[in-house]
């Protein structure tokens, strides 16, 4: 226990406003839940514990959807923080009435990056640190097998990778949700799902988040699309790959916040703080962390070659929209099942067929077969939802781990087989007759 000028000193570049009253003293501990690695959760425990001795950070490690189970009992499990890397759990919590306020200083935190809000705007979750999508790419596997490097979300379909390009599955790796739902505001709902479809169709499937990394950098794959600490960290630690942010890509949140229950409330705004500070932020460039701050101030200390998200500009810049695509992850789990993981041999088959096609028809063309192939195309690229009935279509699908409301997703499923089996039945056919006669 100690006295409120110790803490003051301790919390140099804090971003809280605490406001103790005569005589206020910390408690002896601090309850934290989260999700983060070790390599993460032991440094800054051993930071925090340093900074504020006497005071004992207790981890308990819980999974989101473990965790919200954790957070809806009456005494919240007797936890103070809740500090992870789940986008949607923090806005279900705070709707269920878990946290309480923070007050923070925008001057310090200001809350954004790239143009998108990252933070509650209720106040009740703040952002801790912010992770970029993109590729990591192994440029000398690349080279060997003569594959141009990827610079944007196109090229992952300009290219015939072979199994060389590693995908995650979505719905099987966490970020994956996040990263389809960036690549398909990018581009536009349906070309982006046609642009997937082709990719994937070269691709190798995947269905661990960190063995998307792990291919490239073992030398399996060339190119995977991945969250970009796997990458950061792996660079730092010596592998010779690299990374790639496409434009118009997005840098989204992990979040910390305070649970309404806390039974050491002073403790959980001094680590709450601690993180926030610009010594608990300089700590995320550590070579095994590899995240990116959310204070602008502490990029002054970013090892070389660091991005700084907050100077993304021009066609880099990209204000995607994570309140939507906050909802659209279940949606586009079931869209990826359907359409690309289910049957990966039928859309291999298909289009290897319309690529046989236009490699023939460059040779030889032919108007009526180039027609041919174009709707084939098209018809390759289908999506058995628009992009205008999305959200709408995506509240059902929505919370799919909590088997909310399996008929209606089963009748979506039913039709949703029978359309793209149509369509895609009759793309391979017309790629097939769009092949020049010997």
């Not at 460059?362 to 690229?381: H, I, V």
């Amino acid at each position: 226990m100690r006295p409120i000028l110790c803490l003051a000193a301790s919390l140099v570049g804090s971003a809280l406003f605490l406001a103790p009253g005569a005589g206020w003293a910390l408690e002896d501990r601090v309850v934290v839940m989260t999700s983060y690695p070790d390599e993460l959760v032991q440094r800054f425990e051993q930071a925090f514990e340093r900074a504020n001795p006497g005071t004992d950070l207790q981890i308990v490690w819980k999974p989101a959807r473990d965790a919200a189970v954790e957070l809806t009992k009456p005494d919240q499990g007797g936890i103070d923080v809740y500090w992870t890397p789940s986008l949607g759990s923090f806005p279900r919590m705070r709707d269920a009435g878990a946290f309480r306020p923070l007050a923070v200083d925008r001057a310090v935190l200001p809350g954004a990056v790239d143009g998108q809000f990252v933070s509650d705007r209720q106040g009740f979750f703040e952002a801790f640190e912010v992770a970029g999508y993109g590729f990591i790419l192994n440029p000398a596997g690349l080279a060997a097998h003569g594959f141009a490097q990827p610079a944007t979300w196109r090229d992952l379909a300009a290219t015939r990778w072979g199994g060389r390009l590693a995908l995650p599955i979505a719905g099987q790796v966490g970020f994956s949700g996040a990263l389809y739902d960036v690549l398909l505001q990018a581009e536009g709902w349906e070309a982006g799902w046609a642009l997937l479809a082709e990719a994937a169709a070269d691709a190798t499937l995947i269905g661990g988040g960190g063995q998307v990394s792990e291919s490239v950098i073992d030398g399996h794959a060339d190119v995977a699309l991945t969250v970009d600490f796997f990458a950061r960290s792996a660079i730092a630690n010596g592998h010779p790959v690299t990374l790639v942010y496409p434009p118009r890509t997005a840098f989204l949140p992990a979040q910390v916040a305070i649970t309404k229950a806390a039974p050491h409330p002073d403790a959980a705004r001094a680590f709450v703080d601690f993180a926030l500070s610009a010594p608990g932020q300089g700590l995320l460039f550590h070579p095994d962390i590899r995240r990116y701050p959310v204070r602008p101030d502490v990029y002054a200390q970013a090892p070389a070659g660091t991005v700084n998200p907050f100077q993304r500009t021009g066609a880099d810049s990209y204000a995607y929209d994570m309140e939507k695509g906050l909802g659209r992850h279940g949606l586009i789990a079931a869209l990826f099942d359907t359409l690309i993981a289910r049957d990966h041999e039928r859309l291999k088959t298909l289009w290897g067929a319309i690529h046989a096609a236009e490699t023939a028809l460059a040779a030889k063309p032919d108007a009526e077969r180039a027609a041919r192939l174009a709707r084939a195309r098209t018809l390759a690229g289908f999506v058995p939802v628009g992009g205008a009935d999305a959200d709408r279509i995506a509240a059902v699908f929505h919370q799919r781990r909590a088997n909310t409301n399996p008929d209606g997703r089963a009748v979506f499923q039913k039709d949703w087989d029978a359309r793209v089996g149509a369509a895609y039945a009759e793309a391979l056919d017309l790629a097939r007759q769009a092949l020049p006669m010997p």
